[in-house]
């Protein structure tokens, strides 16, 4: 039995993925397609079934009206969407909730773990109506620990952890599909500090690339 949360989730706009620290290595858990990660959308079809991951993604264009993606920009407005085909309507948590089901049944398939706490990256911009509801989509999923880690920091602290320098400044920028975040971290004695992190909830990929289309 695990005593300490060593599984990490990132939670993005476009895809997510699940990794776990063994000793000082990091694994990260494939999906029961063989992918590092697992696209965040979501797919509800004729019977009221419900899909996550590619098989959703894949009927975005086809099936909009029953496909939703991109949710995690939504998270903590109240907003809902409605699966016109079965009438259900499902908050921005209750859908992340579903990807996280999926990410954690992947560890139960591929490691024959259930974990029941794990840490979530997060943007550094989430203020705390998203922090608030990306917890409760982590209860929803049957998570029962869930400690909030922005996405830059995270990244700060993994390259910090195997960096032998010392007395030295980085600047981490998170560039993601929908989000944009950038933090300042320190090295001194060994000890690492997040000295100031920032960064546009609304400034990712995918929007640059909508912009580009939309002016071109």
């Keep these: 039995m695990r005593t300490t949360i060593d599984f990490g989730i990132d939670l993005g706009t476009t895809n997510s993925a699940v990794a776990v620290l063994e000793g000082n290595d990091v694994q990260i858990i494939r999906n029961n397609e063989n992918f ?14 419900l899909f996550v991951g590619r098989q959703a993604y894949e009927h975005l264009e086809g099936d909009p009206e029953n496909t939703r993606a991109e949710f995690k920009l939504q998270m903590g407005t109240g907003q809902t969407s409605k699966f016109v085909r079965s009438g259900r309507e499902m ?3 209750e859908l992340s909730a579903e990807i996280l089901k999926s ?24 203020e705390l109506p998203q922090c608030e509801a990306t917890k409760a989509a982590a209860q ?19 390259y910090g952890f195997q960096s032998t320098r010392d007395r030295v400044f980085w ?17 001194r004695d060994g000890e690492i500090q997040v000295v100031n992190h920032g960064g546009d909830n609304h400034l990712g990929g995918k929007l640059i690339d909508w912009s580009i289309v939309t002016d071109l």
């Design 36 to 49: 590092d990660y697992t696209p965040s959308a979501v797919w509800i079809d004729r019977t009221g079934r």
């Design 171 to 187: 600047l981490v920028y998170d560039f993601g599909g929908g989000t944009f975040d950038a933090a300042v971290v320190s090295i």
């Design 140 to 158: 929803l999923a049957g998570l029962t620990q869930s400690p909030l880690l922005q996405e830059p920091v995270a990244a700060a602290l993994a």
């Design 103 to 126: 990410l954690r049944s992947d560890v139960l398939r591929r490691r024959n773990e259930n974990p029941q706490a794990v840490v979530i990256t997060v943007p550094a911009a989430f």
């Design 91 to 93: 908050k921005p948590e």
